[in-house]
């Protein structure tokens, strides 16, 4: 593996190896919760929770976990910290915790995460590790983002519930409704491969 | 306990609710091993017999050893679906090593299939009891290898049709299931 610094470790998790848009991990949960961007802020910030603690805690016992049970070590340390984040949220938002229901457990059974432990955090120090897991936390939060903002401005002419067109507006039904969530990614993947077709051609002339 | 008829659980699961298309779970394989229609018909049967196999686990802890501590619930359904993925793959590649080959990284994968663990939390969250979680499951399976096979079948035309440089791969997958899902939308009434 090349060295990199710890900003190209961060920044590469937004944009050029986006877990959603690019490297289509995690494609449950952020397809799922995200008809508003309430619910889309809440699971990106549980997940990137878990992420970094979880690559935190898989980097520091890289050592001592024996190769072959790595993988059913990596899920249970995972489990562990998805535990506390559903008793957590419960704890803070009843409302947010309902609006999420059983997704807030399935990070468990999110690929990002198993991913960054297996291929980082598994041969990295502490600090890199933590801060690649924190590029791709936060890289995942921007995509559910991205997806719960179009969805909630087309779907129900809200932003974070406070209407943003007047009573004209007719809402997109369909987009707040399981199709919208895959038409809307399949646009915005089309939408990248466009633009970097064009930055190819751009930089071949 | 719930008192919703084996049918309505059945068919809930199947078409109206189906897991891939209306709930969004088992994505990753629903878009990875499903370029082929034989491919994707083995896969969802390799997943029924999965999902069965983990109601009934999940049934069983749910019943006598998580009721003192509900806590461990998610540590434990994940520890149960891993060891039934390894010893689902174990047996697949003894009586059919095509098809573990076919298969792939997608069959170890299974173990952060959503759908599978999904299947354990819901059936706990609606508190469906041994046969109902049984039915359940066949339902989920069904659902899932339904939905494979439409996207299989789906893809495998599109690929001799004249598209897009552009449109080629994901995101037109994307937009394919999307319109399935919408199609699906039309059994919301049914229940």
């Known amino acids: 593996m090349r060295t990199t610094t710890s900003t190209q470790d961060f920044v590469r998790g937004i944009w050029k190896e986006n877990p959603v848009f690019v490297m289509l991990l995690g494609l449950c949960p952020a397809l799922a919760v995200t008809n508003t961007t309430m619910n889309a802020i809440g699971m990106g910030l549980a997940t990137l929770f878990v992420l970094v603690c979880s690559s935190a805690l898989v980097s520091l016992l890289r050592g001592v976990i024996p190769k072959q049970v790595r993988i059913a070590s990596y899920i249970v340390i995972i489990a562990t910290f998805v535990t506390i984040v559903d008793y957590a949220i419960h704890a803070i938002s009843l ?7 059983a997704f807030i457990q399935l990070i468990v059974a999110n690929c990002v995460i198993l991913g960054r432990a297996e291929s980082y955090a598994s041969k990295n120090r502490v600090t890199k590790s933590v801060v690649n897991a924190f590029g791709i936390g936060i890289g995942f939060t921007f995509a559910l983002l991205c997806l719960g903002t179009v969805r909630e401005v087309l779907g129900s002419g809200t932003i974070l519930g406070y ?17 919208g969530g895959f038409l809307t990614l399949g646009f915005i993947i089309l939408g990248m491969g466009v633009y970097e077709q064009r930055k190819q051609a751009r930089a071949a002339a | 306990m719930n008192d919703q008829t084996l049918f309505s659980i059945f068919f809930s699961a199947m078409v109206v609710n189906n897991f891939t298309l209306a709930m969004f779970l088992g994505l990753c394989p629903f878009m ?19 999902l069965v196999l983990t109601s009934l686990s999940a049934w069983v802890l749910n019943t006598y050893i998580l009721e003192t501590a509900p806590y461990l619930r998610i540590i434990s359904f994940i520890i149960v679906v891993a060891s039934l993925v390894q010893i689902v793959e174990m047996v697949v590649k003894k009586i059919a090593p095509v098809l573990f080959r076919q298969l792939g990284i997608f069959l170890p994968l299974m173990t952060t299939n959503c759908a599978i663990f999904g299947l354990a939390i819901f059936q706990t969250n609606r508190g469906y009891d041994f046969l109902q979680g049984i039915v359940f499951a066949i339902g989920a399976g069904l659902g899932l290898t339904l939905a494979l096979v439409l996207m299989a079948s789906i893809r495998e035309t599109s690929e001799l049709s004249d598209i897009p440089a552009i449109a080629k791969g994901t995101g037109l997958t994307l937009i394919i299931a999307g319109s399935l899902s919408l199609a699906f939308m039309g059994f919301a009434g049914l229940l």
């Open chain 1, 95 to 101: 409302e947010l915790y309902n609006a999420l229901g």
């Open chain 1, 163 to 179: 209407p943003l067109f007047g009573e004209a507006f007719q809402p997109w039904v369909v987009m707040v409704l399981p199709a």
């Open chain 2, 32 to 50: 990875g091993v499903s370029a082929r229609v034989e491919t994707a018909l083995r896969m969802g049967v390799a997943n029924i017999f999965v």
